[in-house]
């Protein structure tokens, strides 16, 4: 057998190569040497919260914010992020938008707090993993130091 670093002739039960002392077989590693930690993030995933005003209705409006909820391994649970309050038309149980997208005049006002919400988390060192279903759901994670 030859080394797969130097191309040295080695015996077939070498386990690192006599010259430059690479190991030779999987999961042998030199001596002393440190074994890799595995990489820990933190994760955390867009929601919405009502914070007053008339829910279902179509004569007032409901204040909203979009808050980033995260669990760490050295925190718990936590609040990353949170957007800047706005207005919706409705509000389901006092917790969910209902998606009504379509010619909404408080659209711009709810997209604009959403930007500003993932402008934070990525300024915080967060990295977006993955989009929802609903396009103000999303998950994002961060390297714990």
Wanted: hydrophobic letters at 35%; charged letters at 25%; proline letters at 6%.
């Amino acid at each position: 057998m030859y080394c797969q670093g130097c191309g040295t002739e080695l015996s077939d039960e070498a386990n690192f190569c006599s010259k430059c002392g690479r190991p030779q077989k999987p999961g042998i590693a030199l001596p002393g040497a440190a074994t890799p930690t595995p990489a820990i993030y933190e994760v955390c995933d867009t929601r919405y919260q009502f914070l007053g005003g008339r829910p279902i209705s179509t004569i007032g409006a409901a204040r909203v914010s979009f808050f980033a909820a995260a669990i760490s391994p050295k925190k718990g649970k936590y609040s990353a992020a949170e957007s800047p309050e706005f207005k919706s038309r409705k509000v389901l149980d006092g917790r969910e938008i209902i998606a009504d997208l379509t010619g909404h005049k408080f659209q711009s006002e709810r997209d604009a707090a959403f930007a500003d919400l993932v402008e934070k988390l990525l300024a915080d060192g967060w990295e977006r993993t993955q989009s929802g279903q609903n396009i103000y759901r999303h998950s994002f994670r961060r390297l714990v130091t």
